[in-house]
Structures are given as structure tokens and as C-alpha cells.
């Protein structure tokens, strides 16, 4: 999906979650097996042909549970406009 300048794009398999958590610093990486379940959807949020990620997003039972940039910082206004709020529903 592609909003405003930005990729919304999901992490389906084990090695994309991997990568997401080494660019990112934080722990999405050990994700697959929600992901492969169902328990969890998670996004990976970047600006148009960058291959870095400003965001991650988690996704439990249509509701947005996490947001988070590197290091598990919550993202500024300033890093992404299209922040979705904790417990908005999607």
C-alpha cells in the first residue's frame, strides 16, 4: 500500500521479520512464529524507493498494538505523517 510518500508493506516470511529487526534494532525478527499463526500482522513503514524502515507495526485482532521506530523508539511526527494511534482499529 502506498499513502502519501510512504510504503506500507507486510512481513509475511521468517527472513523479511529478520532483516526489519537487524535494520531496526529491535526484536521483530523473533515474530515469525506469531506471523505464521495469525496471532499478528506486521508492517514494515518506509518512504517511497528507501529501503530503510522508519516503522514497524504490529497488528493484533484488527487493532494496531505497536508502533515502533529503531531501537524501539516511538516514531516522531516528523520521521512518518501516518502513524496509526495504539488501539486504533484498522
Known amino acids: 500500500m ?9 512481513l509475511l516470511m521468517p527472513e523479511e521479520l529478520r532483516q526489519e529487526g537487524k535494520k531496526m534494532h529491535h526484536c521483530v525478527g523473533s515474530y515469525a512464529e506469531r506471523v505464521a499463526t495469525g496471532k499478528c500482522l506486521i508492517f514494515s513503514v518506509r518512504k517511497e524507493d528507501v529501503e530503510q524502515p522508519l516503522a514497524t507495526i504490529e497488528i493484533q485482532e484488527k487493532e494496531v498494538k505497536q508502533v515502533r521506530a529503531a ?9 512518518i505523517d501516518i502513524r496509526p494511534k495504539m488501539g486504533e482499529a484498522i
Open 2 to 10: 502506498e499513502k502519501d510518500g510512504y510504503v506500507i508493506m507486510p
Open 71 to 79: 531501537r524501539n523508539k516511538k516514531p516522531s511526527e516528523d520521521d
